[in-house]
């Protein structure tokens, strides 16, 4: 394990309570099952941001979603949890930009789940934008206002911005997590999601400790 990061884990789950044996009982090593991204920007200095990196057609994400929903309604104040849709092939592009239409319209978390279920649990099928814009019919969402939402600049804008995080981030794979702009997990070195989201845990920890965020945050803080 890299020694930094064991010193830093130290201190954050002793002051927490932890003591050595929660460091122990996490074996998280740099370079395996997170690697630094290069050049971080726009680092915020007053939360800690985790960045879900997704596609709504990838199964693997269906699977990840309980798991990411429940870590999420737990998660601390301070964290600020994300969402960033990958286009990892052309056919997954519609579903990037439903994403963000479906944000600028005002629809939350309930949409991002409608839209899972409807592609892997009723195999619904979706030729156009309008095929998913109707699914959102049931949350008051007119079709055809969505289609020309789908066109408008804030949209565009926000898959501008898409394109450039993906890139930053160095994402090639779905699920994916960024935490802080600054690590990405890497998800074939966990036995499961959940451990993937352990390590998630002591990375935020980590980055509340360098804020002083948090109580915890602020035992650990020197």
């Not at 201190?11 to 997170?34: C, D, K, M, N």
């Not at 920007?41 to 699977?63: H, L, N, Q, S």
């Not at 066109?151 to 981030?169: H, I, K």
Request: aromatic residues 10%; contains cysteine.
């Amino acid at each position: 394990m890299n020694k930094l990061f064991f010193v830093v884990v130290s201190a954050v789950l002793w002051a927490s309570g932890g003591g050595l044996s929660s460091v122990i009982a996490q074996p998280f090593e740099a370079g395996r099952h997170y690697v630094a991204i290069e050049a971080p920007t726009g680092v915020p200095t007053d939360k800690v941001v985790v960045t879900e990196a997704f596609a709504y057609p990838c199964p693997a994400c269906r699977a990840f979603l309980p798991v990411m929903t429940d870590w999420a309604a737990s998660a601390p104040e301070y964290v600020e949890v994300e969402r960033l849709p990958i286009v990892l092939r052309p056919s997954w592009e519609p579903f990037a930009r439903a994403y963000y239409t479906a944000k600028v319209m005002g629809l939350g978390h309930e949409a991002h789940e409608m839209t899972f279920k409807a592609l892997h649990d009723e195999r619904r099928p979706f030729q156009s934008m309008r095929d998913i814009g109707a699914l959102y019919e049931g949350l008051g969402v007119d079709a055809d206002a969505f289609v020309q939402t789908s066109e408008s600049f804030a949209v565009e804008s926000q898959m501008g911005r898409n394109r450039t995080e993906v890139r930053r981030f160095g994402i090639r794979s779905t699920p994916s997590v960024i935490v802080q702009g600054k690590w990405r997990m890497n998800l074939g070195e966990f036995s499961s999601y959940q451990e993937m989201m352990r390590a998630v845990d002591v990375l935020i920890a980590q980055e509340a400790a360098l804020l002083g965020l948090g109580t915890e945050a602020e035992s650990a803080a020197p």
